[in-house]
């Protein structure tokens, strides 16, 4: 239970909720997703697409049901302890701490990619330091930077569209569907663009700071997904296009060699300046969200308590988050992480299959039975599709916070 005088703020409403999860799916992953994924898949990109949109989809309907029920800081960690018990709430929250904190530093390193080569890892820690101290602000000054974010976002997204298409040199032919890698390449192309589409979590990880929230997120969460989910595919149709599955796969910056090849070099700049703006909405969703879980898990023990502090005045988790911003800035500072986080994949899935199985639990009947199964046989499909390697690394993490748990399982005293 949540102490007496430290709950947070409710001051979010739909549109608020819809932005705050807009900013973490339509972000950086829509300017560098397309390309691996269409290097997995080849023909069957879109196919791959409308896989990663089907499992989102049972997932978000899932983690709406739950929301509403329970409507606390934490998302599917509260899910999973009150659901399924005190374990496998931990796992989920463990999954999500580790995984997104590593994705909260590459997001960070990606700006700085974009803004300043030559000084990333100074940037990257300047603008932890900046949206951390935002978050620290209250919520609502977060939802409305996200706000600015997102617009930013849309307007290039939407630029890039219209130049490909209007260009003249896209070609129909070009988005032939196929299975020219094979089901297991659109299957791991499904697994790496539901990255993509795992923002919506965010708004649940926020329900303790939303107005009526049995009615708020249960509407916010799909109409994020769905607004997400039209902008990937337009923009993932204009880019193969111009460039086909061959060409995206192989580009470095999918969607600046998308304009190039439609014949408007000039907007390379502008789309370069896009995709750092969408890392930066990306990063200040992931904190928040990050933040609240910590907050969660440090009520119930698994993390120093002191992290459970609610600032009096501004109603945020002011301790979990700058915890949180000192550990992604240290990482920053000191870590090249872009091309180390695939286990954030496969503990984001995880994540989502504590979720699916706690909704599972909910009513029973067909239509509220059906959903939580589809999700959860389509998460764990889609983690062990991953490469190898990112499965191997995700299930080493889990097997950490296992070990961890059942240390201090064992050494808690009996009777507590």
């Known amino acids: 239970m949540t102490p007496t005088g430290a709950e947070l703020r409710r001051t979010l409403g739909v549109r608020d909720a819809v932005v705050v999860g807009l900013g973490s799916m339509v972000g950086a992953g829509v300017f560098s997703a397309l390309g691996p994924a269409a290097r997995a898949a080849g023909s069957g990109l879109l196919p791959g697409l409308a896989l990663a949109a089907l499992v989102a989809y049972c997932n978000a309907l899932s983690s709406a049901r739950l ?61 932890v330091v900046a949206l951390t101290a935002v978050n620290y602000g209250g919520v609502q000054k977060s939802a409305w930077l996200t706000r600015v974010i997102v617009a ?17 040199r896209a070609d129909a032919g070009r988005l032939d569907i196929g299975l020219s890698s094979g089901v297991g390449g659109v299957l791991q192309a499904a697994g790496l663009l539901f990255f993509a589409f795992a923002g919506y979590a965010r708004i649940a990880t926020l329900g303790e700071e939303v107005r009526d929230p049995a009615r708020t997120i249960p509407r916010a969460i799909p109409l994020a997904l769905g607004i997400a989910l039209v902008v ?30 439609a014949g408007a070099p000039g907007l390379a700049p502008v789309v370069r300046a896009g995709a750092a703006v969408a890392a930066l909405g990306s990063l200040l969703a992931l904190i928040l969200g990050v933040s609240r879980t910590t907050l969660a898990m440090a009520r119930d023990g698994h993390l120093p308590t002191a992290l459970a502090a609610v600032h009096p005045r501004f109603r945020v988790p002011h301790r979990a988050e700058l915890a949180v911003g000192t550990v992604v800035a240290v990482l920053a500072a000191t870590v090249d992480v872009r091309g180390a986080i695939g286990f954030s994949s496969f503990g984001v899935l995880a994540y989502y299959a504590v979720a ?12 509220n039975r059906v959903v939580p199964v589809v999700g959860l046989l389509g998460c764990a499909t889609l983690a062990f599709a991953l490469p190898a390697v990112s499965v191997a690394v995700g299930a080493g993490v889990l097997a950490v916070g296992v070990a961890a748990y059942g240390v201090r399982r064992w050494r808690r005293p009996r009777g507590v």
Not at 93 to 109: D, E, I, N, P
Not at 152 to 168: H, K
Not at 253 to 260: E, F
């Open 67 to 127: 929301a509403a029920r329970y409507p606390a800081s934490g998302g599917t960690y509260v899910y999973g302890r009150e659901r399924l018990g005190a374990f496998w709430g931990y796992l989920a929250g463990w999954a999500f701490v580790v995984g997104k904190t590593a994705s909260c530093a590459a997001m960070a390193l990606t700006v700085g990619a974009y803004v300043w080569p030559g000084q990333a890892h100074a940037v990257a820690v300047a603008a």
């Open 152 to 168: 930013v976002v849309l307007a290039v997204l939407t630029t890039v569209v219209i130049v490909c298409v209007a260009s003249g």
């Open 232 to 261: 990937y595919a337009c923009v993932a149709v204009a880019a193969l296009g111009v460039l086909g599955a061959g060409g995206l796969g192989h580009a470095v910056a999918p969607l600046s060699d998308a304009v190039r090849a």
């Open 356 to 367: 699916n199985a706690s909704a599972w639990t909910l009513a029973p009947g067909p239509s």
